[in-house]
């Protein structure tokens, strides 16, 4: 790996790589569906509204009071959110074979499918093998306008892949291996082969702080919140719609 990216991961930890490809990625996908500034919003109410219920569409969503109530977006950040994912995903759902195509477009310079794979998972709630506009905005809720608590318990359960309330070493390797994949090129030269278990030996060291193997989200969510870096990711997240 490139002496400073290697330098710069080594000193910011793998943690924190990690929360900033979430909020990238996030940040990534709402651009790619089109998400406009809310001061058009207003132009396409009736319009929207129109969609909510008359749509034909393969999944209905729920009704925008309804989604109002159950997140933290207001009715017109709502219809933003709904034009931009109806335009890209007109049956109403998108399966993680459309997912993964979509982050393709975000890193060509690498292979993405596995890291798409595991943030469709905790996109996934409901464990069906779709993402519906429910499982969308409920995901964007938390990660745009949760609490800090609210914001790293999602982060948590993207890492812990069999969702079992901790993470072991595996579950992380799995997780630093798909984003060394998806960097690609942006590793160039080539990374030692021992990097991505350097870096998950380095997370379980500040991270697992009983030293039983495991990372709990209690050890998970008190460490973040003690690191600048993580803390600083946190506010990219702030003002986005």
Same mark, same amino acid.
């Given at each position: 790996?490139?002496?400073?990216?290697?330098?710069?991961?080594? $000193?910011?930890?793998?943690?924190?790589?990690?929360?900033?490809?979430?909020?990238?990625?996030?940040?990534?996908?709402?651009?790619?569906?089109? $998400?406009?500034?809310?001061?058009?919003?207003?132009?396409?109410?009736?319009?929207?509204?129109?969609?909510?219920?008359?749509?034909?569409?393969?999944?209905?969503?729920?009704?925008?009071?309804?989604?109002?109530?159950?997140?933290? /977006?207001?009715?017109?950040?709502?219809?933003?959110?709904?034009?931009?994912?109806?335009?890209?995903?007109?049956?109403?759902?998108?399966?993680?074979?459309?997912?993964?195509?979509?982050?393709?477009?975000?890193?060509?310079?690498?292979?993405?499918?596995?890291?798409?794979?595991?943030?469709?998972?905790?996109?996934?709630?409901?464990?069906?093998?779709?993402?519906?506009?429910?499982?969308?905005?409920?995901?964007?809720?938390?990660?745009?306008?949760?609490?800090?608590?609210?914001? $790293?318990?999602?982060?948590?359960?993207?890492?812990? $892949?069999?969702?079992?309330?901790?993470?072991?070493?595996?579950?992380?390797?799995?997780?630093?291996?798909?984003?060394?994949?998806?960097?690609?090129?942006?590793?160039?030269?080539?990374?030692?082969?021992?990097?991505?278990?350097?870096?998950?030996?380095? /997370?379980?060291?500040?991270?697992?702080?009983?030293?039983?193997?495991?990372?709990?989200?209690?050890?998970?969510?008190?460490?973040?919140?003690?690191?600048?870096?993580?803390?600083?990711?946190?506010?990219?997240?702030?003002?986005?719609?």
């Amino acid at each position: 790996m490139h002496l400073f990216f290697r330098d710069k991961w080594e $000193l910011e930890g793998l943690q924190t790589v990690g929360i900033l490809l979430v909020v990238c990625s996030s940040l990534k996908l709402m651009h790619f569906l089109g $998400l406009i500034d809310l001061s058009t919003a207003g132009e396409m109410n009736d319009s929207v509204e129109d969609d909510f219920e008359l749509s034909t569409v393969c999944h209905r969503p729920e009704s925008m009071d309804k989604l109002q109530e159950q997140t933290k /977006f207001t009715k017109k950040e709502l219809q933003v959110l709904y034009r931009g994912f109806k335009n890209e995903c007109p049956s109403g759902v998108v399966n993680e074979e459309s997912f993964k195509t979509i982050y393709s477009q975000f890193f060509p310079q690498g292979d993405s499918s596995m890291y798409a794979h595991f943030l469709f998972e905790a996109f996934d709630t409901n464990k069906n093998g779709s993402v519906s506009f429910e499982d969308f905005v409920f995901g964007l809720s938390i990660i745009l306008r949760g609490t800090i608590n609210d914001r $790293l318990n999602w982060a948590f359960n993207l890492y812990d $892949l069999n969702k079992d309330g901790c993470i072991t070493k595996e579950e992380m390797l799995d997780i630093m291996k798909s984003i060394y994949d998806m960097m690609g090129k942006y590793t160039y030269p080539t990374m030692q082969d021992d990097a991505p278990r350097e870096h998950v030996e380095s /997370f379980f060291q500040k991270m697992d702080r009983n030293k039983d193997g495991v990372v709990t989200i209690e050890e998970f969510i008190e460490s973040c919140k003690k690191d600048e870096n993580i803390m600083q990711s946190m506010q990219l997240f702030d003002n986005v719609i």
